[in-house]
């Protein structure tokens, strides 16, 4: 590969539209400081309910012409698009509710933040703090990982069957808070995230390689014992950082691209003239051009 045309690029990135600390510009800047060519944002989309992490319905227009702007202005030095990241809530919300189907999006990610209710009302987020996830297990699930994380897989089926996105965003993300209590390795847990993976795959959705929390707990999402699954299924990938901070706008992208050539996988899916496609990468980065 010649080292001269590789990028990186980066799907999945909040702002301060929604629960992120950085500007859309910060984003931007950062990206062209770190040699990133295709640049997407993916603020949490409108929820049902109000939350600190959803963008709120009535700032939702100001987000994409805030994109919009940053897209002209950097026209010729990096290439924008602008999506959003839709909730996938059981019987109640997904990507094709209508305020995320109308949306002007390039893409949307589908992904599972929240699972569940406690007897109050209260919706459960399973990305929490540690103590909130362990409220959940316990008061909802009766301390049953196993019933928890069947309950999660089960979802996620759900949500790739109705669809309405391109990217799956972070697919395990039940072992972020999951690993204090089962080992990754444990037969009953490989299995049922193997059905989620083989059905993204059934699907062709695109499977985000998210490296969110590779320096923090030293995983990604998906689990790298899982990448042979991808390599062997014919998965189409791409390696997001899900950042909400514009510092850490390539952080991890170097290693998970070692560990994804390592299991033979060598390329990746990118949004390029408004279509996707598949190109080469190494750990130095990815052929876009």
Not at 82 to 96: K, M, Q, T, Y
Not at 269 to 282: G, L
Request: with cysteine; proline share 3%; hydrophobic share 35%.
């Amino acid at each position: 590969m010649n080292e001269s045309n590789m990028s990186w690029t980066n799907y999945h990135c909040h702002t301060e539209f929604c629960d992120a600390r950085s500007t859309v510009e910060a984003f931007v800047n950062e990206a062209i400081d770190n040699n990133v060519s295709i640049l997407g944002f993916s603020g949490h989309a409108p929820a049902p309910f109000k939350s600190r992490w959803n963008i709120d319905p009535e700032v939702l227009n100001r987000y994409f012409t805030e994109v919009n702007r940053v897209k002209e202005t950097y026209a010729g030095k990096i290439k924008i698009y602008c999506g959003l990241e839709a909730d996938f809530i059981e019987n109640s919300w997904s990507a094709h509710s209508e305020i995320i189907s109308s949306a002007p999006t390039d893409y949307i990610i589908g992904s599972i933040h929240y699972l569940a209710k406690f007897e109050d009302g209260e919706i459960w987020a399973i990305d929490g703090p540690d103590e909130s996830f362990d409220k959940g297990v316990k008061e909802i699930f009766g301390n049953d990982i196993r019933k928890l994380v069947k309950t999660y897989c089960n979802t996620s089926l759900k949500m790739l069957e109705l669809g309405g996105f391109e990217i799956v965003g972070h697919i395990d993300k039940i072992y972020q808070h999951g690993k204090r209590y089962f080992d990754i390795n444990e037969p009953w847990y490989t299995s049922l995230m193997n059905e989620v993976i083989h059905y993204a795959i059934e699907k062709d959705y695109i499977i985000e390689i998210n490296t969110k929390s590779i320096d923090k707990l030293g995983i990604l999402y998906p689990h790298k014992q899982f990448f042979k699954t991808l390599k062997n299924n014919r998965a189409r990938i791409t390696i997001n950082s899900d950042t909400h901070d514009s510092g850490l706008m390539v952080l991890g992208m170097q290693r998970a691209a070692r560990l994804l050539n390592e299991a033979g996988l060598t390329s990746v899916t990118e949004f390029i003239n408004n279509q996707w496609i598949q190109c080469p990468f190494s750990e130095k980065g990815i052929i876009t051009n």
